[in-house]
């Protein structure tokens, strides 16, 4: 069965930084893209970022570049993201996302999803 487990969230201080794994198992996901959505209180499910199978290609949301580092590691079968510095406002739930050829940044875009993993920022 086809699972993304994401891990590295909790609390964290608004100016510091966070890295965000996910793992991948159950089928051969080191051809699919890879990415992280994100879900603050109240709000809709936003794309954050994206990286391509091979890691060439990495794509961000407009709002936060320069702040967000995607990157993954094919032998793990694993993608990670890096937020530097933190800011309120990036308290969400985190979501690892895959597919094999997305067709966006709609949530629509991506077949596979984990389970979300919490990042709360304090000021």
């Known amino acids: 069965q086809a699972q993304l487990v994401e891990s590295g969230g909790g609390v964290v201080q608004a100016g510091g930084s966070l890295r965000l794994s996910c793992a991948a198992s159950?089928?051969?996901?080191?051809?699919?893209?890879m990415g992280w959505f994100r879900q603050a209180p109240g709000k809709e499910r936003e794309f954050v970022a994206s990286?391509?199978?091979?890691?060439?290609?990495?794509y961000y949301a407009d709002s936060e570049k320069g702040r967000f580092t995607i990157s993954r590691d094919n032998a793990k079968i694993t993608v990670y993201l890096q937020v530097n510095p933190l800011k309120a406002e990036d308290t969400a739930v985190y979501y690892c996302?895959?597919?094999?050829?997305?067709?966006?940044?709609?949530?629509?875009?991506?077949?596979?999803w984990g389970q979300g993993t919490r990042v709360t920022v304090s000021s």
């Open positions: 159950g089928r051969t996901f080191s051809r699919d893209a």
């Open positions: 990286i391509s199978w091979n890691g060439a290609t990495t």
């Open positions: 996302v895959a597919a094999l050829y997305p067709t966006g940044r709609s949530t629509d875009a991506y077949d596979y």
